[in-house]
Nanobody, 123 residues
Framework: QVQLVESGGGLVQAGGSLRLSCAASGRTFSSYAMGWFRQAPGKERVFVAALSWSGGNTYYADSVKGRFTISRDNAKNTVYLQMNSLKPEDTAVYYC????????????????WGQGTQVTVSS
């Protein structure tokens, strides 16, 4: 098991940027695939981005490709989501998630979740 704590959310104007961080506890962080997901009010939680334990393989939802970048620093037990050119439709609670094994983009296959951080993009 790994404990996850997100930070970095907030209110930003359309076109702006935010960087989310997810701090993980546990000595085996480097063995986990990590993902970011988001949930807008009244909607299901959906995949945003994910990367492998090494960071060598990354995956993005089409809606964020070219605007968001996922990365990790295994020495700091932290994964990041750099969000640029934000749009009002990016408004959601963003969740960090971890799973042991290969990286996947399916929400239900992640079994460690943070509490979420709110991102609000104003038009």
């Amino acid at each position: 098991q790994v404990q996850l704590v997100e930070s970095g959310g907030g209110l930003v104007q359309a076109g702006g940027s935010l960087r989310l961080s997810c701090a993980a506890s546990g000595r085996t962080f480097s063995s986990y695939a990590m993902g970011w997901f988001r949930q807008a009010p009244g909607k299901e939680r959906v995949f945003v981005a994910a990367l492998s334990w090494s960071g060598g393989n990354t995956y993005y939802a089409d809606s964020v490709k070219g605007r968001f970048t996922i990365s990790r620093d295994n020495a700091k037990n932290t994964v990041y989501l750099q969000m640029n050119s934000l749009k009002p439709e990016d408004t959601a609670v963003y969740y960090c998630a971890a799973r042991s094994g290969i990286v996947v983009v399916i929400t239900s296959m992640y079994d460690n979740w943070g509490q979420g951080t709110q991102v609000t993009v104003s038009s």
